[in-house]
């Protein structure tokens, strides 16, 4: 089955530590994308990237960084530079032309210990 | 900037009532979704309204789009407690080539017995 695979379910980040965050998709989509939710509040864009070795930043990307080498993969990753990193992180992805809608995976739980 | 704005951000009703949860953008678009998020879970897509005057139903939940207003509603009928989650609007917005979703706040929705 076609679908988005996110990993880890659960991950604890240490302070000053760096951590990536892996999005694979298999649909074949071109665009991909990062957001950010906070307990209680809306989607946030970190990152998106429409074709293969090109991203743009969002409404909130300091702090993070994304790479698309390949156009099944989409990793975030979290730098010591984020000041409060924790929170639920979804990755999505989308074909750009014909658009069919968005896929979602099941999200990344980033706590800081 | 595109704004999406939802209302009310909260919302306890009973069951057997209706109810209709609001969603203004700032922007043109013709593409607008409903997404469903039950806590801790990723997003589940609800509905994909792709122009002017479209309506969609499934089950007791019922959306409609507006573009000259720039509103879409989500109409929900004789609710029950299973529907208690909390819904997103979100509006496709295309800028230079680059398509990204933009979210409204949310509404967390009660239902109670």
Redesign the interface.
Known sequence: DGGITQSPKYLFRKEGQNVTLSCEQNLNHDAMYWYRQDPGQGLRLIYYSQIVNDFQKGDIAEGYSVSREKKESFPLTVTSAQKNPTAFYLCASTSVAPNYGYTFGSGTRLTVV | ELKVEQNPLFLSMQEGKNYTIYCNYSTTSD?L?WYRQDP????E?LF?LLSNGAVKQEGRLMASLDTKARLSTLHITAAVHDLSATY?C?V?LSIQ??????????T?LTINP
Not at chain 2, 97 to 106: E, M, R, S, Y
């Open positions: 593409r979704y801790g879970k990723s997003l897509s994909v997103f979100a496709d080539g680059a398509q990204k979703l933009v979210f409204g706040q949310g967390r």
